[in-house]
């Protein structure tokens, strides 16, 4: 063998150790269940935590390690040594809803309790919305969007500020638009109904290949310290879009109240996603999610 293959066969070996990992996933649901999926087959090692008992059997048989936890209560004793060596932790419980409890603090409550039992060496990822931008933003980015202005009144603003000032730099934040692909489609909920408000604003959404996609390419590129939209680059109108879903979906078809234009919305901007990351969306326009 030649010294420069032999170099380049530890370079090749360091690779595939340094890429084998111990990332825990509080949260198996929609996405957090095939994203470890995902993250398994890659040879990661994959722990986490769920609310329901009866999800731990099924979780186990896919190659999971999960505890049920709840953190609105105590934690149990022995999740430091459960978590021990963990190199990433990924954050994927959104707020309960009908919570009693309407204290907007409560929710970055439960994520400060979720992070404590583990190292201080763990990187973390945040799984936020794009729901932290008001709609009067027109177009919201990143960097022009001060959290702190919303911080003692919206929980999301809490949230990602009250595990900034803990973390820091360990801390990724993703905020994802409206959350499309598998069985979740939202334009069930418009099927039929008539007279509809908002015809034409724009959409802000993200299909779940591209919410693992982009989770994913954190975790290789090992990207911290920073906060990216997640959002498809498309943005049709609500009546266009969603009249299309209902059409493939072979669902009654909503109609819209007649509107000259509309001067409150939101356009979720995705270029930092593009160029920092170098992500390439999987599905960049929602009207693609049907033929994938």
Same mark, same amino acid.
């Given at each position: 063998m030649?010294?420069?293959?032999?170099?380049?066969?530890? @370079?090749e070996t360091f690779v595939t150790e340094f890429k084998k990992m111990k990332i825990a996933i509080i949260g198996f649901g929609w996405l957090g269940f095939p994203l470890g999926k995902s993250?398994?087959?890659?040879?990661?090692? @994959?722990?986490g935590t769920t609310t329901t008992l009866s999800k731990i059997k099924s979780l186990e048989e896919n190659g999971f390690s999960v505890v049920e936890l709840d953190f609105s209560q105590d934690l149990p004793q022995n999740l430091n040594?459960?978590?021990?060596?963990? =190199? @990433?932790c990924i954050?994927? %419980?959104?707020?309960?809803?009908?919570?009693?409890?309407? =204290?907007? !603090?409560?929710?970055?409550?439960?994520?400060?309790?979720a992070i404590q039992p583990f190292p201080a060496e763990t990187k973390f990822i945040f799984v936020s919305s794009t729901g932290i931008y008001p709609d009067s933003i027109s177009v919201a980015k990143e960097d022009? %969007?001060? !959290?702190?202005?919303?911080?003692?009144?919206?929980h999301l603003a809490f949230a990602e500020e009250a595990l900034y000032q803990k973390l820091k730099d360990r801390l990724t934040i993703i905020r994802m638009a409206g959350l499309i692909g598998e069985d979740r489609q939202i334009a069930k909920y418009f099927a039929g109904k008539e007279n509809l408000p908002n015809g034409k604003t724009p959409v802000n959404l993200i299909h779940q290949k591209d919410c693992i996609g982009i989770i994913e390419t954190i975790i290789e590129k090992q990207i911290w310290g920073e906060i990216f939209n997640a959002c498809a680059s498309e943005h049709p109108s609500k009546e266009k879009y969603y009249t299309y879903c209902c059409e493939k979906l072979n669902l009654a078809l909503p109609s819209y109240a007649k509107e000259e234009s509309t001067s409150i919305f939101k356009i979720v901007d995705n270029q930092k996603s593009k160029s920092l990351l170098g992500y390439q969306y999987l599905l960049d326009n929602p009207f693609d999610f049907f033929h994938k």
């Open positions: 030649t010294k420069n293959y032999l170099n380049q066969l530890l @370079i993250l398994l087959e890659k040879g990661h090692q @994959i722990v040594s459960f978590f021990e060596k963990t =190199d @990433i954050l994927n %419980f959104p707020p309960r809803r009908n919570n009693s409890n309407s =204290d907007f !603090r409560f929710y970055g409550e439960q994520l400060l309790k022009v %969007f001060n !959290r702190l202005e919303l911080v003692n009144e919206n």
